[in-house]
């Protein structure tokens, strides 16, 4: 199972939106709702940001939202704020096993 | 407050094994998938393996089956990973990763363990 692709950076101003896509297959992101998105800052643990491809687990700011349109997901996070640069890994179900995104570095300019 | 904590890494040579432990506390353990993630230095996430609350259902992402065994016992709240035949490549943070209530997502990390391979 090959690893979800993502770009490899994006970047923003302060304010601004930004994008993050993750493009799979029919096997696993077009073929179930359940991709996840996680926010990693260097050094520490995976956070999970988005569930089951839209839905935001309780204390992750409104700013952070998640669609999905065929075999591709999405993460956008609207107004961005200094403490969002880090890097972000979709996650998809795939029957009996998951795949993870190669990860996106969202930086903060 | 959910915690996890894994202990077990460290340095084994190639070949070699190792046995790591995820301790669990608040939250019932026996009700939920658990996970085990990777994170090569540098590099992004890899899932690892996933086993089901009761045991009855365990899964290993290809390049682990036959090396890497998942178990879980619930009497102690604990989640093992047993490696075996390392490689360089196994080089990685070890994470555990508690499931979510759907089971659709990991909601709650360890703070990860480093097994190196080396000779």
């Known amino acids: 199972q090959s690893a979800l692709t993502q770009p490899r950076s994006v970047s923003g101003s302060p304010g601004q939106s930004v994008t993050i896509s993750c493009t799979g297959t029919s096997r696993d992101v077009g073929g179930y709702t359940y991709v996840s998105w996680y926010q990693q800052h260097p050094g520490k643990a995976p956070k999970l940001m988005i569930y089951d491809v839209a839905k935001r687990p309780s204390g992750v700011p409104d700013r952070f939202s998640g669609s999905k349109s065929g075999n591709t997901a999405s993460l956008t996070i609207s107004g961005l704020q200094a403490e969002d640069e880090a890097d972000y890994y979709c996650?998809?179900?795939?029957?009996?096993?998951?795949?993870f995104g190669t990860g996106t570095k969202v930086t903060v300019l | 407050e959910v915690h996890l904590v894994e202990s077990g890494g460290g340095l084994v040579k190639p070949g070699g094994s190792l046995r790591l432990s995820c301790a669990a506390s608040g939250f019932t353990f026996d009700t939920y998938i658990m996970t085990w993630v990777r994170q090569a230095p540098g590099k992004g996430l890899e899932w690892v393996s996933s086993i089901s609350s009761g045991s009855t259902y365990i899964y290993y992402a290809d390049s682990m089956k036959g090396r890497f065994t998942i178990s879980r016992d619930n009497a102690n709240n604990s989640l093992y990973l047993q490696m075996s035949n390392l490689r360089a490549e196994d080089t990685a943070v070890y994470y555990c990763?508690?499931?979510?209530?759907?089971?659709?997502?990991?909601?709650?990390w360890g703070q990860g363990i480093l097994v190196a391979v080396s000779s």
């Open positions: 990763a508690k499931g979510s209530i759907t089971g659709t997502t990991h909601d709650y």
């Open positions: 996650c998809s179900y795939a029957g009996t096993l998951e795949v």
